[in-house]
């Protein structure tokens, strides 16, 4: 299981937002340059930054930022705001190893499965980001957790297997920011339903513990945000783990 430190911006900073509320951000003081050579000098090997600006309103607003923490000896996966294959191609120009797909690969799957076709599937990143509503059913909102969709999780999971997509990111956002343990049974049914899929598991993360529960799912990558910007976790307990 790779560890995957996440670096959140808005404003050019590194936030955390509570399930996704833009109203409940807490700002942290680190630089973000400095933060990610941090997590290279302490093992990682990859870095997953969000755009929450431009997740928002759907154009770059952080893309300078996100090309400095390219620069570091991490491998940067991306995200936030990207609505075109212009987007794609302009996260791939400043440094970005994989371009992290949300709102699209919701609203216009058949746009996600041409870009898995055309850059590889290495290089794509499909976020499938969840809420569960009152009758049980996990619905996909999109444009940064502010809009719903007509789209539900298990609409959407065998048709991007199907298409060859290699990388799944799922959140749990009620779970994401809140430091209350990932969602353990989200993860092994996507495990068991689409295990071609290598599945990042985000949101919720608190100890080692945590750690350990995934890994014995099998996922893939755990994404690790607040826990580590607050000390409850260091990153070399999460690489020991």
Known sequence: MLIIPAIDLRDGGVVRLAQGDYA?????????LQLARRYASGGARWLHVVDLDGARSGS?????VIESLATTRLQVQAGGGVRNEDDLRRLFDVGVARVVVGSVAVREP??????????GAERVCIALDARRDDDGRWTLPVRGWTEASAFALDELLPRYARAGARHLLCTDIARDGMLSGPNLDLYASLQASVP???????????????????????????ILGRSLLEGGLTLEDALQC
Do not use: H, M
């Open 24 to 32: 409940r951000e807490t700002r942290y003081p680190a630089d973000p």
């Open 60 to 64: 770059f607003e952080n893309l300078r």
């Open 196 to 222: 071609e899929l290598a599945v990042q598991a985000s949101g919720g993360v608190r100890d080692s513990n945590d750690l350990r529960a995934l890994r014995k799912l099998g996922v893939a990558a755990a």
């Open 110 to 119: 058949d746009l996600a499965e041409q870009w898995i076709g055309t850059y």
